[in-house]
Antibody, heavy 120, light 107 residues
Framework: QVQLVQSGGEVERPGASVKVSCKASGYTFTSYEFSWVRQAPGQGLEWMGW????????KYAQKFQGRVTMTTDSSTSTVYMELRSLRSDDTAVYYC?????????????WGQGTLVTVSS | DIQMTQSPSSLSASVGDRVTITCRASQSIIGYLNWYQQKPGKAPKLLMYAVSILQSGVPSRFSGSGAGTDFTLTITSLQPEDFATYFCQQDYSVPITFGQGTRLEIQ
């Protein structure tokens, strides 16, 4: 069965960086893309960007350009999201989500979420 | 960016009721509209994609309709497990955007 397992929660100081991992299993890793979505406490869902697992191509939301890097490691079926220069308003649960190829398919599997807390 | 606006923001209903949630896009997204359900402390779950196609395992009491800028999610005969927050999402263009959510509560 498809599983996406994310790394554990992190507490970081403002200005630091965080790297969240998402390990996939139960399917052919390079047949699907990934998106990262975050959710601040009590708030809605915010798309951060997308990565293609076949070739590592990325698209980032303008808001995060220059601060985010998404990478993929097909040898371990893992995708990563690194966010730099953290601010208090980056405190959120970060989700990886499997993104079937093509448009209009929705994100069919999600990781369990990783809480990143930014606090001095 | 395409803005997605859901209404209502919250809704109280009873088991067995029929409810409708609306999602409006700031420009046409044709039919690139998905719906998610989220329960407290859990990741969102895909309910429906491409406006009206039910994700595998989702009960048929959920249905979707619409095109262009206006879309609806309807739940007939609400069940206790349906009380949750619902989000619409457009994947017509980047950045992908979500509605602000509709919280469905037990009356």
């Amino acid at each position: 069965q498809v599983q996406l397992v994310q790394s554990g929660g992190e507490v970081e100081r403002p200005g630091a960086s965080v790297k969240v991992s998402c390990k996939a299993s139960g399917y052919t890793f390079t047949s699907y893309e990934f998106s990262w979505v975050r959710q601040a406490p009590g708030q809605g869902l915010e798309w951060m960007g997308w990565i293609g697992t076949y070739n590592g191509a990325t698209k980032y939301a303008q808001k995060f350009q220059g601060r985010v890097t998404m990478t993929t490691d097909s040898s371990t079926s893992t995708v990563y999201m690194e966010l730099r220069s953290l601010r208090s308003d980056d405190t959120a649960v970060y989700y990886c989500a499997r993104d079937p190829p093509g448009k209009d398919n929705g994100y069919d599997y999600w990781g369990q979420g990783t809480l990143v807390t930014v606090s001095s | 960016d395409i803005q997605m606006t859901q209404s209502p923001s919250s809704l109280s209903a009873s088991v067995g009721d029929r409810v409708t949630i609306t999602c409006r896009a700031s420009q046409s997204i044709i039919g690139y509209l998905n719906w998610y359900q989220q329960k407290p402390g859990k990741a969102p779950k895909l309910l429906m994609y491409a406006v009206s196609i039910l994700q595998s395992g989702v009960p048929s009491r959920f249905s979707g309709s619409g095109a262009g800028t206006d879309f609806t999610l309807t739940i007939t005969s609400l069940q206790p497990e349906d009380f949750a927050t619902y989000f619409c999402q457009q994947d017509y263009s980047v950045p992908i955007t979500f509605g602000q959510g509709t919280r469905l509560e037990i009356q």
